[in-house]
């Protein structure tokens, strides 16, 4: 297969980066070269493997947006749809000042592996804007919002590309996008969008879904590795939505005790336990988890080589690399976060014998729900928290076991197993319709 022609259009100069160090690659390279092993071992046919190296469509934007003291600013923005074989594509709008096309063209790879994992009938996108949302005033933000859906509505819809909020992008955030896309439509269209506030069509249960996706996740991987939770201890990176969401649910579903938790101010570990109560309380008060009483403080190379059962990184990518993936002493790793470990450290971990629940699955909670707003919207009945929950369940656990099943008959890792049910799914999508 010739992998060398790049589409029109896309500047193969912005995806040569083999030679930087594994921590600064390339985020489409890293999601290029991942496809391209599984794809090697699946013996994928050259052509669905070359469709799925890249996006099948991206729109660039330029979006000017008038600010407070009367100036015009232009701002650049991305939307990737990368593959909507299986149905819509699906995935976050980013605001950032370091955003590229790459990393959104990755993180749209990404979504189309993890909706196509958890079996949902949908595709894989992401968008972006390059920009600074913490120098933006709520008036300066309400209306690049609504720019960025007035030069990128008719590549969205229900039908065609849903986005939902991601790094800097709040509720508020979809709810001004889809007042404005509802006025381009002429009628309330509240499914182009899901992350909404409740009062605008949101979905009960999307708080702490991608948490408690994850925590059936580590419920399942126990039972497998025969390991009880009761009073298992787990130390957690993050104390954000998915971080601060698993410690709750680590004890109130599992009955675990978590000693050690973080935030970007710092670490604090208390061996008998940091009860989730308490500390999200200390956290509401101070603004972080540090300083917390019945703690001490410790470092983030010490949280990360915790003897503990499970440790659930739900912060960043690429915190566990080859430079301390060895002092990681937990059973299991449950990769809340997305990318938390570098393709080096997962080579580690494997030796060391270190059970990796991948981010495709752990933290595919998050979409899920997302797709159940998509679907309630849709029909205009809204569905009560216990019935989210119970179909969060159903759709995790199935999801566990195709990954685990997959990889004892391929004799496997997890990740590599979890790409392969997943790509094999899209690559089935795109042999029925004829385009492979
Ligand atoms: P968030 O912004 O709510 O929280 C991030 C947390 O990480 C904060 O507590 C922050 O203080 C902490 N943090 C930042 N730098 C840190 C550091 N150096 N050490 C320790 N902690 C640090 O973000 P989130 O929504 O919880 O997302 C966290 C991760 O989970 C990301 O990788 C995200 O892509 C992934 N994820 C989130 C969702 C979701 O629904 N929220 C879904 C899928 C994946």
């Known amino acids: 297969m010739n992998t060398s022609t790049a589409p029109v259009g896309i500047n193969r100069q912005n995806i040569s980066a083999g030679s930087l160090p594994e921590i600064l690659q390339n985020p489409f390279t890293v999601a290029q070269q991942q496809l391209d092993e599984a794809a090697a071992y699946m013996k994928l046919p050259a052509s669905a493997h070359e469709m799925l190296r890249w996006p099948l469509r991206e729109l660039h934007i330029m979006i000017p947006v008038r600010m407070d003291d009367g100036n015009t600013k232009i701002f650049q923005g991305f939307r990737v749809q990368y593959n909507d074989a299986r149905g819509p594509c699906k995935g976050g709008i980013r605001y950032h000042p370091a955003e590229t096309i790459d990393t959104v063209r990755a993180l749209a790879a990404w979504m189309t592996w993890k909706t196509a994992l958890v079996d949902l009938p949908l595709g894989g996108g992401k968008g972006g804007v390059v920009c600074d949302p913490k120098n933006l005033s709520q008036g300066e933000l309400e209306r690049l919002s609504r720019a960025y859906i007035r030069q990128a509505g008719s590549f969205l819809g229900p039908e065609k590309d849903v986005p939902a909020p991601d790094l800097y992008t709040s509720a508020q955030v979809m709810a001004w996008m889809a007042d404005e896309y509802s006025f381009m439509q002429g009628n309330n269209e509240f499914g182009v969008i899901t ?98 009483p019945c ?116 004799k496997v890792h997890n990740r590599r197993a979890a790409y392969i049910v997943a790509i094999e799914r899209v690559a089935e999508a795109m042999k029925l319709r004829g385009w492979v």
């Open 295 to 410: 703690a001490v403080p410790i470092t983030n190379e010490n949280l990360i080589s915790l003897d503990v059962a499970v440790l659930i990184p739900a912060a960043l990518e690429g915190v566990i690399h080859k430079e301390n993936a060895h002092s990681v002493r937990a059973l299991m790793i449950a990769e809340l976060a997305n990318g938390p470990l570098t393709p080096e450290a997962d080579s580690i971990l494997r030796e060391k014998g270190c059970y990796v629940i991948p981010d495709l699955l752990c933290n595919a909670g998050g979409v899920t729900v997302s797709y159940f707003e998509m679907v309630q919207n849709a029909y205009g009945y809204y569905w009560d928290e216990d019935e989210v929950h119970l179909k969060l369940e159903k759709k995790m656990i199935t999801a566990f076991r195709n990954v685990h099943e997959a990889s004892l008959h391929h």
């Open 195 to 292: 992350g909404k506030p409740l009062a605008l069509g949101g979905s009960a249960g999307r708080n702490d879904a991608t948490a408690r996706g994850g925590i059936f996740c580590i419920r399942e991987a126990a039972a497998v590795l025969g390991i009880g939770l009761e009073r298992a201890t787990a130390a957690i990176q993050g104390y954000g939505n998915a971080g601060s969401h698993a410690h709750r649910l680590a004890e109130e579903l599992l009955g675990m005790k978590v000693v050690a938790v973080s935030d970007s101010t710092g670490c604090i570990y208390n061996p008998d336990g940091l009860f989730h109560r308490d500390v999200a309380a200390h956290k509401k008060k101070t603004g972080s988890v540090t300083g917390f």
